[in-house]
């Protein structure tokens, strides 16, 4: 167990809906990061906020969006839904945001299927 | 753009034999490096790192070794073992904070 929370584990929706994925990162972890990975694809990095304000963005569509709360958890926005959303999608957390040597874990994933 | 990749996409091994997984990169500035183990069904693991001042580093039954003049990283896993199916993911990171995965190795032991 990595400690990094997320929710809900399974999601089906139909397209053109709006999904919320929530993560709670590891105790004492200030930073969080998204990540989507498709059917046997590799990770793509979408999004990082570090105690509250976007660090860094990846691949992220507009129709995503991202926020991180003051209680350091974060929510994951999905907006007009398309077949292709369907993934994985993972959280992460690291104790900093800033230098290189910042070791991430990942939460278990939340599995999106679009219909 | 920078990226990184790996060499092999799967790679079948016996049970007890030794595991070589092999990933190169482009990004001359990445100086932090990590592998990670992912099981069916479960998010990426933690399974060992590197920074870019050493060459190798031991943990458990892994050894990661670094050859930043030809930017190749491998993965050994010493007496292979069926619990260690899965797919393997490199990782590298720099300063500019994007943490970048290659596309994954899958690993099955065979029994």
């Known amino acids: 167990d990595s400690g990094v929370t997320q929710t809900p584990k399974h999601l089906i929706t139909a397209t053109g809906q709006r999904v919320t994925l929530r993560c709670s990162p590891r105790?004492?972890?200030?930073?969080v990061y998204w990540y989507q990975q498709s059917l046997d694809q590799g990770l793509q990095f979408l999004i990082q906020?570090?105690?509250?304000?976007?660090?860094a963005k990846g691949n992220i569509l507009e129709r995503f969006s991202a926020q991180q709360f003051p209680d350091l958890h974060s929510e994951l926005n999905l907006s007009s839904l398309e077949l292709g959303d369907s993934a994985l999608y993972f959280c992460?957390?690291?104790?900093?945001?800033?230098?290189?040597?910042?070791?991430?874990?990942f939460g278990e994933g939340s599995w999106l299927t679009v219909v | 753009g920078e990226s990184v990749g790996l060499h092999l996409p799967t790679l079948s091994v016996q049970e007890g034999d030794n595991s070589i997984i092999n990933c190169a990169y482009s990004n001359s500035a990445s100086d932090y490096f990590i592998w990670y183990k992912q099981e069916s069904g479960k998010g990426p693991q933690f399974i060992i790192d590197?920074?870019?001042?050493?060459d190798k580093r031991q943990g458990q039954r892994v050894t990661v070794l670094l050859n930043k003049t030809v930017k190749h990283l491998s993965l050994q896993i010493a007496a292979t073992q069926p619990g260690d199916s899965a797919v393997y993911f490199c990782a590298e990171n720099s300063n500019n904070n994007d943490m970048r995965f290659g596309a994954g190795t899958r690993l099955t032991v065979k029994p």
């Open positions: 906020y570090y105690n509250g304000e976007e660090r």
């Open positions: 590197i920074r870019s001042n050493m």
């Open positions: 105790s004492g972890d200030l930073s």
């Open positions: 992460a957390s690291s104790t900093t945001g800033g230098a290189s040597g910042n070791t991430i874990y």
